[in-house]
């Protein structure tokens, strides 16, 4: 095994893990903005359908 100087080896980890992160985050805001436009889409749903004359 190759010897690596141990701050490479570290900024190597830390850009590995930042990649990573980055990935998550990104499919997380992505699935966050889903959610809440369906939430937003069934509330204005609902409020349509209760102003409209439609009761449990």
Known sequence: ???IDNDAQKALIKEAIS???DKQFATLGKWT???I???GLAALTF?????????K
Not at 48 to 54: D, E, K, R, V, Y
Request: net charge negative; proline share 5%.
């Open 1 to 3: 095994m190759p010897d």
């Open 19 to 21: 990649e990573w992160l």
């Open 33 to 35: 903005l889903g959610g």
């Open 37 to 39: 436009c369906s939430m």
């Open 47 to 55: 409020w349509f359908l209760s102003s409209n004359g439609w009761h």
